[in-house]
């Protein structure tokens, strides 16, 4: 018999701009919480060039408290929304510098299939600093064209209530149709479908690294 052996104690999430990685993965990030995963969210733009956006800051620290993470576990950067390719080399060095101190052994990241030129610039970046390590690409509604998950994690019926509860902590964002319980909801129920299970969260398979054993 041969099985192949997937794990990550230390998992990353890396998301463009605050709500991103909530979007994506909070169900599984609320699930994982507590185990004996080391979880660390970095988001690359704090979104503060846009006056109408003041409040976004602690709304991402709020909805990240309500998934159950610490101020430890979330770091927050100033790089500017819709001009990430200008700063490829400064977004490089600095998952280079998140790959040295956290060693993560599981990174996620936006899908492959996303047309948002920073979730773009960020995808493809990963790739080039976590070469050797599984990489995962996480759903952002509004922008993907195309994905389809062909990574499913079962989540649980509490998990996605706790990432609606995250959601709602975006005041700014609460007339938006993908932050809707009903469409979170229902985006749980599809990827639960297609793993034949209750709820899922489901990802595109950037990069796989697995090791085969008997």
Do not use: W
């Amino acid at each position: 018999m041969t099985n192949m052996t997937f794990y990550g104690q230390s998992l990353l999430f890396l998301g463009a701009h605050p709500d991103d990685i909530e979007l994506g993965c909070g169900a599984l990030i609320a699930d994982l919480l507590g185990k004996a995963a080391s979880i660390y969210c970095m988001t690359f733009s704090d979104n503060q060039k846009n006056p109408d956006l003041s409040n976004l800051v602690s709304e991402h620290i709020e909805s990240m408290h309500a998934l159950g993470l610490t101020d430890y576990q979330i770091e927050l950067g100033a790089f500017e929304t819709r001009r990430f390719p200008d700063h490829r080399q400064e977004i490089l060095e600095k998952m280079l510098e998140l790959k040295r101190h956290l060693q993560p052994q599981i990174v996620f990241v936006h899908t492959s299939q996303d047309i948002h030129q920073d979730h773009v610039t960020l995808t493809q970046e990963a790739m080039r600093a976590f070469r050797g390590t599984t990489v995962l690409g996480y759903d952002v509604l509004r922008s993907s064209y195309g994905f389809f998950p062909h990574f499913l994690a079962e989540v649980s019926e509490q998990a996605v209530n706790q990432k609606i509860a995250a959601l709602s902590k975006y005041k700014t964002y609460k007339d938006r149709y993908y932050f809707s319980p009903d469409v979170i909801r229902a985006t749980a129920v599809r990827h639960g479908a297609l793993a034949e299970r209750p709820f899922a969260e489901g990802f595109d398979i950037i990069r796989i690294v697995g090791q085969f054993g008997a």
